[in-house]
């Protein structure tokens, strides 16, 4: 990766989780002096010595680079960490349970506001609650600071976070004063290098903007779930039906990749936020609230078609569980969904594999084992949850001695079906046209 380094401010980043510890490395890439904190005292120490917390490409280094480089630190202590920060940035979590919070946001911004020299510049990169930073802003000016505070929202997929930090779309900045583009000043510093449109905006358009942008995205694998069955139900090609709507420029092709249903710690978060939003100052939205039951209901829709409404004395081994391929995070994923969907139809035994998740965080219940020929071992029928292309390169003639039934369910149209059906497999597929005719199947009468 070509060294940028044309920045020269001085950031310190408040969280080391998925969008702290990119974002952090990503601005020492630029040539920024970075300062990265976290509360999580094992996670510093394992930066410290190297280890990633979590899977992301490119990561590790560009945290060794910038550690090497002398501008990327790590730290326990926000104060002495914020100490003669520029600017300071705010990565912290915003989920509990399931629900949007700014408790940890707020507890942040509150100790810096108490900090004998409070950061001139606090830009807050988690995701806002629209009319969030209003409030925000309101505790800082009764604290009677004379902090700037900015809402730096990001665009990037796990996965590929560090690519979409480096080349963003645009760079969205939110703040109080009219005067925007003089104010947007500090963050235009922290990302000299970058070539993107900057938007400075106020507050509410860029909270808008971000939870607008999750929105559209979640609306758009919504409807693709729902057209995925009129295509079966008239036995039409779905890849085809995708790149015909695709093409058009005013949709393009991405998100309409039918699946399990949208999940990752954003897009469902901010369709329920959106929705709440909504409800809470009654305003008519129909589209947003159907779109969070539409994506709930297709984990449903996909277990019913699985089991084909079979009695359930069924064994189903899942291959995939991170929310989708390139990351290690399972949160909301689509194919705990599906497990769950699966267990209420008291399916006899699941086992799961996935290339990175090993264990995941308060489910006991799924068994994960380390090899996808030992999870698939002693099953009825194999289903591939997340689009891993190594799910495409799985060996179907080993696989055949181990699935007593050899079905083969596709939700994310990465099997080799040619391979998988010439090893005796029955595949089904919620993305492709099945290669043969013994294997379409009317879905209409499973929803
Ligand atoms: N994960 C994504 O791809 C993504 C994408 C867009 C936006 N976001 C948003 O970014 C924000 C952060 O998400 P994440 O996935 O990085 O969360 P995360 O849970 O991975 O990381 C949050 C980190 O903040 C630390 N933290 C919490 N309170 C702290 C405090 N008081 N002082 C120091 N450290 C503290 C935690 O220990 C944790 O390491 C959320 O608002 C999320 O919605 C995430």
Same mark, same amino acid.
Request: hydrophobic share 45%; net charge positive.
């Given at each position: ?5 044309s920045?020269t401010?001085?950031?310190t ?12 490395a990503?601005l020492a890439r ?5 300062r990265?904190?976290d ?5 510093i120490?394992?930066?410290?010595s190297?280890?990633?917390p979590?899977?992301?490409?490119d990561?590790? +280094?560009?945290?060794m680079d910038?550690v090497?480089?002398g ?7 926000l ?7 520029e600017?300071?940035?705010v990565?912290?979590?915003t ?5 949007w ?6 507890a ?13 510049n ?11 930073m ?7 000016s ?10 730096n ?5 796990e ?7 480096m ?9 109080a ?5 003089v104010a947007a000043?500090?963050?235009r ?11 400075p905006?106020d507050?509410?358009?860029? +909270? ?5 942008s999750n ?13 995925a069955?009129?295509?079966?139900s008239?036995g039409?090609?779905m890849?085809?039906l ?6 058009d420029?005013?949709i393009?092709?991405e998100?309409l990749q039918?699946?399990?249903g949208f999940?990752g710690?954003c ?6 936020l ?5 409800s809470e100052?009654q ?15 297709q984990?449903?829709?996909v277990?019913e ?10 064994r ?5 569980l ?10 909301e ?5 599906l ?10 035994r699941?086992?799961a ?7 995941i965080?308060?489910?006991p ?9 030992q ?5 009825d ?7 891993w292309?190594?799910f495409g ?5 080993s696989m055949?001695?181990?699935v007593?039934?050899?079905?083969v ?11 998988a059906?010439?090893a005796g497999f029955?595949?089904?597929s919620?993305?492709?046209q ?14």
């Open positions: 990766m070509d060294d940028h380094g920045a401010g001085s950031v980043v408040i969280g080391a989780g998925y969008v702290g510890l990119v974002t952090a990503c630029l040539g920024n002096t970075v990265c904190v509360q999580n005292r094992p996670r120490a394992s930066l410290r190297g280890k990633m979590f899977s992301e490409p990561l590790a +280094e560009l945290v910038g090497a480089a501008r990327l630190t790590f730290h326990t202590s104060a002495a960490a914020c100490r003669r920060a600017s300071v940035m990565a912290v979590g989920d509990e349970g399931g629900r919070t700014d408790r940890h946001i707020r942040v911004v509150e100790s810096l506001l108490a900090l004998p020299a409070v950061p001139p606090i830009i807050i990169r988690s995701t806002m609650r629209p009319g969030g209003a409030i925000l802003n309101g505790i800082a009764a604290a009677g600071s004379q902090t700037h505070l900015y809402y929202p990001e665009f990037t997929r996965g590929n976070a560090v690519a979409d930090f080349a963003p779309d645009r760079i969205v900045v939110g703040m004063l009219g005067a925007a583009s000043e500090p963050v510093r922290l990302y000299k290098g970058i070539a993107a449109p900057m938007l905006v507050y509410a358009t860029a +909270e808008l903007i971000k939870v607008g929105a559209f995205l979640a609306t758009k694998i919504a409807f693709a779930n729902e057209l069955q009129f295509c079966r008239f039409g090609d890849e085809a995708r790149r015909g709507i695709g093409l420029h005013r393009g092709p998100f039918p699946g399990l999940g710690s897009l469902p978060g901010q369709v329920d959106l929705t709440e939003v909504a100052r305003l008519t939205a129909h589209v947003v609230p159907a779109v969070a039951r539409a994506n709930r209901a984990a449903h829709r277990a078609e699985i089991l084909e409404r079979q009695d359930s004395a069924v189903v081994t899942i291959l995939g991170a929310f989708k391929a390139g990351t290690d995070d399972t949160r994923s689509p194919a705990l969904r497990i769950d969907a699966l267990k209420q139809r008291s399916v006899r699941i086992r594999y996935d290339p990175l998740v090993r264990v965080p308060d489910r219940d799924v068994h994960v084992v380390a090899d996808p020929y999870a698939a071992s002693g099953a029928i194999v289903v591939v949850a997340t689009e292309p190594a390169r799985l060996d179907w003639t055949a001695g181990l007593s039934r050899r079905e369910y596709d939700a994310r149209g990465v099997v080799d079906v040619a391979a059906t010439s029955r595949v089904r919620l993305v492709r099945p290669a043969d005719g013994a294997v379409a199947k009317d879905t209409s009468s499973a929803a």
